[in-house]
């Protein structure tokens, strides 16, 4: 369901009970919004959140990577986003439609001013990015799910 906010139209926003954002997604970038939380995740940084919102894009290399490979503008699904957990690290994560690349932001990166992408392929990139997400689950523990 598309939604807006700060006048940009979104196809689509996700939160989850312990990130303490939201994530707008859209198919050229993604926006993390901060948001109140009860409970933080256990692998969530402890470092200073910054006050404002995040944008996240592919880093120029990996969208000239995929223009090369692929012919055509990296994109986001709004079914391929979400939260997830890669070597203990909480990120955001999404496969680029068409692709077995998974870019990934981390959050303790993103922290400290850094917002360069990391990037995955996977043979089965559904199910790398489904345990991803399983592993955020997981590592939470009992609490909101």
Known sequence: MPV???GTQYHASL???YIPYTLYISETHLLLVPREVQQIHPNFPKDPA???NIRLELSDTYKKQFKAKYQG???FSVKDVGF???DDEVVVAG???GTNWIPHWEF???FKGDLRNLLESSSDVKASFGLMEWDLKVAAGPGPQ
């Open 84 to 86: 997830g957990l890669d």
């Open 73 to 75: 503008e990296p994109k």
């Open 95 to 97: 496969i680029l439609q």
């Open 4 to 6: 807006t906010f700060e």
């Open 108 to 110: 303790s990166s993103l």
């Open 50 to 52: 910054p006050t404002g």
């Open 15 to 17: 939160t989850s009970p």
